[in-house]
């Protein structure tokens, strides 16, 4: 797998989906956008195009999947469809899924590439909460913006190094009026 290749999309919520949203639930409209940002780029770039596209989810991920394409004009390219929990695959020709061997290569490696998208995905939601929780905790402080948040970051490594800190080590790091408003801040029971 070439690491250069993946992408990470944060959903706009914004691909317009023609269904009832009790029919098209929002993962639906997740993959009908993703895919019609990806192969929208992959069009404007001029290629190169798959010759598999492995869709993580069911018939409803693959229909949405290939209405994006459809809008594309790209109809033409072979999409897969893997359901996580009985395992089948879902294509054009096999809209009722299809069961491979538990011990099928071809199954093994579909699962090892499912598996390291999931592990990506998830790294990067973690990765993504983890910097707008600590972004919330530490800048609802008045006087504390960007620049001040790096320094406090880098001297103290964490928000929980930062609640620790002295007054005359913030000092040093922010100044005085700012020092002053980080521990009124956490005095007041704030995070």
Same mark, same amino acid.
Request: proline share 5%; charged share 30%.
């Given at each position: 797998?070439?690491?250069?290749?993946?992408?990470?999309?944060?959903?706009?919520?914004?691909?317009?989906?023609?269904?009832?949203?009790?029919?098209?639930?929002?993962?639906?409209?997740?993959?009908?956008?993703?895919?019609?940002?990806?192969?929208?780029?992959?069009?404007?770039?001029?290629?190169?195009?798959?010759?598999?596209?492995?869709?993580?989810?069911?018939?409803?991920?693959?229909?949405?999947?290939?209405?994006?394409?459809?809008?594309?004009?790209?109809?033409?390219?072979?999409?897969?469809g893997i359901?996580?929990?009985?395992?089948?695959?879902?294509?054009?020709?096999?809209?009722?899924?299809?069961?491979?061997?538990?011990?099928s290569p071809?199954?093994?490696?579909?699962?090892?590439?499912?598996?390291?998208?999931?592990?990506?995905?998830?790294?990067?939601?973690?990765?993504?909460?983890?910097?707008?929780?600590?972004?919330?905790?530490?800048? &609802?402080?008045?006087?504390?913006?960007?620049?001040?948040?790096?320094?406090?970051?880098?001297?103290?490594?964490?928000?929980?190094?930062?609640?620790?800190?002295?007054?005359?080590?913030?000092?040093? &790091? &922010?100044?005085?009026?700012?020092?002053? #408003?980080?521990?009124?801040?956490? #005095? #007041?029971?704030?995070?």
């Open positions: 797998m070439k690491k250069g290749e993946y992408r990470k999309f944060r959903i706009r919520g914004a691909s317009p989906v023609p269904h009832p949203p009790a029919l098209f639930p929002d993962d639906f409209a997740s993959m009908h956008e993703v895919v019609l940002r990806r192969y929208q780029k992959v069009l404007e770039n001029g290629g190169p195009f798959p010759d598999l596209i492995l869709i993580d989810g069911g018939k409803g991920q693959l229909a949405a999947a290939y209405q994006a394409l459809q809008e594309l004009g790209l109809a033409n390219l072979v999409a897969v359901a996580k929990k009985e395992e089948l695959l879902f294509t054009r020709e096999h809209a009722d899924g299809l069961a491979l061997p538990k011990d071809a199954l093994l490696l579909i699962r090892r590439i499912r598996d390291e998208a999931h592990r990506f995905a998830v790294t990067f939601h973690r990765q993504s909460r983890a910097k707008r929780d600590l972004r919330s905790e530490i800048d &609802v402080i008045p006087g504390v913006g960007t620049r001040r948040r790096k320094a406090l970051l880098v001297s103290f490594g964490s928000v929980a190094g930062v609640r620790r800190a002295t007054r005359e080590e913030l000092v040093r &790091v &922010v100044g005085t009026r700012c020092a002053d #408003a980080i521990l009124g801040h956490f #005095a #007041a029971g704030n995070s």
